[in-house]
Every structure is written in structure tokens, then in C-alpha cells.
């Protein structure tokens, strides 16, 4: 009775501080999507590294997009416009690297706009997640419900 009550234990703390993880892994992710949502460049700036990475897969190949660009057009646009919504498919950690990946639709003012997937990479620096990379695709066709 003592292994299972210890087994227990044991996997139940390894399952809180798993979980624990996840949600600050989580936290930059989620408040890159927020920040869009309310047009808020501070909450999404805080979100990147200093030398984070943004490009989306296009029918050409790899378009690269300029983080302070981004952050800028995002300011442009007033509350509610940008709406991306997302699922946290995977989170995959080694020490102060993590790997996500989010099916996502987006909707620019209240219309269905298109969907895809971002795969992310945060780093953690000074005890907090950052993203440091972004890479998505981007279709109108063949979309999951994430509602």
C-alpha cells in the first residue's frame, strides 16, 4: 500500500509541475494572440526575444516578416479586429528550449479570414518563456473547427 500511495505521489507532482510548465510555456503564445486581439504592442512586444524570427510558408517559398513591422501593423488595428484562435496541439521541452505547435483559424474583423498552423520556438531566458521563433502556414480550404 505504501509503493502505491508513493507511486501516486509521486506521478501527481510530476503531473502538477508538468502542467505548471506547460502554462508558462504557454503564456508568451497565448499573449501574442491576446496582444492582437486588443491591439496592445506593449503585451505583444513582451511576448518576443530581443532576436525573435518571423516567417510564413507562401506558395513561392519562405517570406520573412520584420518583428517591429508586425508589431507595428497589430497597433494599427483597433480592438477585436484581429482574432487569430488557436489550439495547442504539442509542447515539446529540453531544458530552456520548447517546440509548440497550433492549428489555428484567423478572422479579421469578425469574418473568416483563413487557417493554418504556427510552429514555435521559445527560449527560456532570465526564468521567463520567450519566443524566439515562428514559422506558419497560411489556407482558406481544409480548415478544423477550433471553436
Not at 505521489?9 to 510530476?14: E, K, N, P, V, Y
Not at 484562435?85 to 489555428?104: C, E, K, Q, W
Not at 504556427?118 to 502556414?137: A, H
Request: hydrophobic share 35%.
Amino acid at each position: 500500500m505504501k509503493k502505491i500511495l508513493a507511486i501516486t505521489l509521486f506521478l501527481s507532482t510530476f503531473c502538477f509541475a508538468q502542467n505548471n510548465q506547460n502554462q508558462e510555456i504557454e503564456k508568451p503564445i497565448r499573449n501574442l494572440f491576446l496582444a492582437m486581439k486588443n491591439a496592445d504592442p506593449e503585451l505583444l512586444k513582451s511576448a518576443f526575444s530581443g532576436t525573435a524570427i518571423l516567417q510564413t510558408i507562401t506558395k513561392d517559398g519562405v517570406k520573412n516578416e520584420d518583428i517591429k513591422d508586425f508589431i507595428s501593423s497589430v497597433s494599427k488595428a483597433s480592438k477585436d479586429d484581429l482574432d487569430e484562435r488557436i489550439m495547442i496541439d504539442i509542447i515539446h521541452t529540453d531544458g530552456n528550449l520548447a517546440s509548440v505547435f497550433t492549428p489555428y483559424q484567423f478572422y479579421y474583423k469578425g469574418k473568416f479570414s483563413h487557417c493554418g498552423a504556427n510552429s514555435f520556438q521559445l527560449v527560456k531566458q532570465n526564468n521567463e518563456w520567450k519566443i524566439q521563433y515562428i514559422i506558419d502556414t497560411r489556407r482558406k480550404e481544409n480548415c478544423k473547427n477550433l471553436n
